[in-house]
């Protein structure tokens, strides 16, 4: 069945960095776009970025553009979130949600947490 | 960025009950709408994807509507399993925007 397992969520400092992985299975990862959406109480969903099945397209949100990457290993069927100058307002679960290369998400993983605190 | 707007924002039904949630879009989205539901702690699971078709093995019991910039999620006959927070969320442009959401309560 399809699965994805997101990874490396923790408390991190204002200003400092953080990489999140997903790992994906059952299906074939690298024929289907894939993006991370993060969610808050008070904001709630908030799409981040996504990355095309082929990897050669990529969008970010305006409130990550510049500071947030995201890049796909299709040998090991991981999508990553590279987090670099990370702020308060960056606080939220974050979810790699399965895209069929439409623009919606039919398979979320369960997400993980990113506090960015002092 | 198209901003995406539910109402109601709360729903008190009971089982049985037909609910209806809208979902209005800034500018037109055309048909490229999704809709969500969630469950407390848990991911969000897909319903409704292109404003109306049902994503495989959700009930038949829901069903989606709209194009332009108006569209409802209904659900003809609430089950005990169904109340959850529902999103909608457009795909028409990046970036990707989402409702607020509608949270289902039991009457």
């Known amino acids: 069945q399809v699965q994805m397992v997101e990874s490396g969520g923790g408390v991190v400092q204002p200003g400092r960095s953080l990489r999140l992985s997903c790992a994906a299975s059952?299906?074939?990862?690298?024929?289907?776009?894939v993006h991370w959406v993060r969610q808050t109480p008070g904001k709630g969903l908030e799409w981040v970025a996504v990355i095309s099945a082929d990897g050669t397209i990529k969008y970010y949100a305006g409130s990550v553009k510049g500071r947030f990457t995201i890049s796909r290993d299709d040998s090991k069927n991981t999508l990553y979130l590279q987090m670099n100058s990370l702020r308060a307002d960056d606080t939220a679960v974050y979810f790699c949600?399965?895209?069929?290369?439409?623009?919606?998400?039919?398979?979320w993983g369960q997400g993980t947490l990113v506090t960015v605190s002092s | 960025d198209i901003q995406m707007t539910q109402s109601p924002s709360t729903l008190s039904a009971s089982v049985g009950d037909r609910v209806t949630i809208t979902c209005r879009a800034s500018?037109?989205?055309?048909?490229?709408l999704a809709w969500y539901q969630q469950k407390p702690g848990k991911a969000p699971k897909l319903l409704i994807y292109?404003?109306?078709s049902l994503q495989s093995g959700v009930p038949s019991r829901f069903s989606g509507s709209g194009s332009g910039t108006e569209f409802t999620l209904t659900i003809s006959s609430l089950q005990p399993d169904d109340f959850a927070t529902y999103f909608c969320?457009?795909?028409?442009?990046?970036?990707?925007?989402f409702g607020q959401g509608t949270k289902l309560e039991i009457k």
């Open positions: 969320q457009q795909y028409n442009s990046y970036s990707y925007t």
């Open positions: 949600v399965r895209d069929p290369n439409s623009g919606y998400g039919d398979y």
């Open positions: 059952g299906f074939t990862f690298r024929t289907y776009a």
């Open positions: 292109k404003a109306s």
């Open positions: 500018q037109s989205i055309n048909s490229w």
